[in-house]
């Protein structure tokens, strides 16, 4: 049984993230795999991605992992990364797709008459590169990481909760959107962790010792050890 | 405060070893790509961009070593171009740990193909590089073309609608390089970089002649470039990655620090 299974169904760069989890816990076994029954036997799950959202959704349908992705989220310590996190809601403005629906809210496009700052400057889409999180609620996967830490953004949707209690945190473009969510055994963020150097490999290094239970404010990560 | 100006600096490797040169000419060794890649990462670099400028098709697999050795060990985005020419090229390079491939020649010779990578591996991934000159005399309205095969060959297209054009395609972010500027040390072309930033919708990064770091914060400030990349002034000591963020930030540009 894997310690943690980084869920493969085809869509983007996963050998990254299986290294970043490696180097923040050399210790465990850590399996980049599309067999449901690896990633049901797992202690923790992965759900990782870039790409298109209707890309995202038929490549887990046609590889049977559909199930293996909503059990996961149901019932043990689970990150969504960036698509993996759009993923887990109800629909996307990107091909007017269908989500897995795990969490309430929609996926939008960044809307091309926002994007201007408050100089009156152009804002770029995707949304590329370092950006500061705003931790909305307490959480152990937060712990040790400072408030508005940056963390290294590539995307040109974004999710609305449909649910602020969700929200863990959220980022600046020009308006406030949602960079983390939270529900029970469910972390997802809209950065990419494992290409966030110190802050992202702080998050990874939580979610590995992280037992799943959202906001045990009294009990960081560090303190668990 | 929001989304950080990014500075990203530029590894050109050939044979194993990261080199630099003047014009494309005149090649300096400058180091062992691994180590200079985790120097820049301690420093601070948001980025880090390696071109392959290996002649021979035989020694390409080379890169691809270097780069999973740097991914196994630097937790920053990493984007690789040099060569690339086909969506089998591309796969290859993500697969090794790139998270972004720049396309530059075959952008040229097969506009499909950015089409073809981004529709596979999503727009983040796929970096046109635009290697510009101007062609326009003095007192003339202002033209770039593009050129290609280390600026010796000028393809006819004006750099700017070129831009726009392959952002159309789906490219994700465009990294433009001045190719009268590169490796002069004379700092950015800004008319340049100004109007491809301001013509077109993504990311766009400013190469080619970055001598002193107020160069970097003209890049931002003048040419509109959201990154600024860099080669010399790190390579050879003459600067750390950290001081020229500071030198931005106290130039009022928001830096990752």
């Not at chain 1, 816990?25 to 298109?52: C, E, K, Y």
């Not at chain 1, 049977?64 to 698509?83: D, H, M, N, W, Y």
């Not at chain 2, 491809?196 to 003209?218: E, F, K, R, T, Y």
């Not at chain 2, 003048?222 to 002034?233: E, F, Q, R, T, W």
Request: glycine share 10%; net charge negative; proline share 4%.
């Amino acid at each position: 049984m894997a310690d943690i299974a980084v869920i493969d169904y085809g869509m983007g760069n996963l050998r990254s993230v299986s290294k970043a989890l490696e180097h923040v816990a050399p210790q465990l076994d850590i399996v980049v795999s599309s067999d449901p029954d690896v990633i049901a036997r797992a202690g923790r799950v992965v759900f990782p991605g870039v790409g298109a959202m209707p890309d995202c959704i038929h490549e887990l349908e046609s590889r049977g992992l559909r199930q293996a992705v909503t059990e996961a989220a149901q019932s043990k310590p689970f990150l969504g990364i960036c698509l993996g996190m759009q993923a887990l809601f109800e629909s996307s403005e990107e091909g007017n797709c269908a989500g897995l629906g795990i969490l309430p809210g929609r996926v939008l496009r960044f809307p091309a008459e926002a994007m201007v700052d408050d100089k009156g400057e152009k804002l770029k889409v995707p949304h590329i590169g370092w950006n500061e999180v705003h931790q909305s609620a307490d959480h152990p996967m937060w712990s040790g990481i400072p408030e508005a830490a940056r963390f290294y953004f590539v995307h040109s949707y974004y999710v609305e909760a449909g649910n602020p209690d969700f929200v863990a945190g959220f980022t600046l473009y020009p308006f406030a959107f949602t960079a983390a969510v939270a529900r029970d055994n469910i972390f997802a963020v809209q950065f990419h962790p494992e290409k966030s150097q110190a802050a992202g490999l702080t998050l990874l290094a939580n979610f590995v010792m992280w037992d799943g239970q959202a906001r045990s404010n009294v009990c960081g990560a560090d303190a668990c050890l | 405060m929001g989304l950080a100006k990014r500075i990203i600096p530029c590894l050109d490797v050939t044979a194993g070893r990261v080199v630099k040169g003047v014009n494309f000419v005149g090649l300096r060794d400058a180091g062992d790509p691994i180590e200079i890649a985790r120097r820049y990462d301690e420093q601070g670099a948001d980025e880090l961009t390696f071109l392959d400028i290996t002649a021979s098709s035989d020694e390409r697999d080379i890169i691809l070593h270097i780069i999973e050795e740097v991914a196994n060990q630097v937790f920053i985005p990493l984007t690789v171009g040099g060569g690339v020419r086909s969506v089998d090229d591309v796969r290859r390079l993500l697969n090794a740990g790139a998270d972004k491939v720049g396309i530059n020649t075959a952008a040229v010779t097969t506009p499909q193909l950015v089409a073809d990578a981004s529709a596979r591996f999503g727009s983040q991934c796929i970096v046109v590089a635009i290697d510009a000159k101007q062609v326009s005399a003095e007192g003339e309205p202002l033209l770039w073309h593009v050129f290609t095969h280390g600026g010796r060959r000028d393809t006819g297209l004006d750099a700017v609608a070129w831009a726009k054009k392959m952002e159309s395609l789906g490219a994700g972010e465009i990294l433009l390089t001045s190719m009268d500027r590169d490796g002069t040390k004379i700092g950015f072309n800004l008319d340049l970089t100004r109007a491809v930033s301001d013509a077109v919708s993504v990311p766009v990064i400013a190469s080619g002649g970055v001598g002193n770091l107020d160069h970097l914060v003209d890049g931002v400030k003048k040419g509109h470039a959201d990154a600024v990349l860099a080669a010399s002034i790190f390579h050879y000591g003459e600067f750390t990655v950290r001081q020229a963020k500071e030198h931005m930030a106290r130039n009022q540009i928001e830096v990752r620090l």
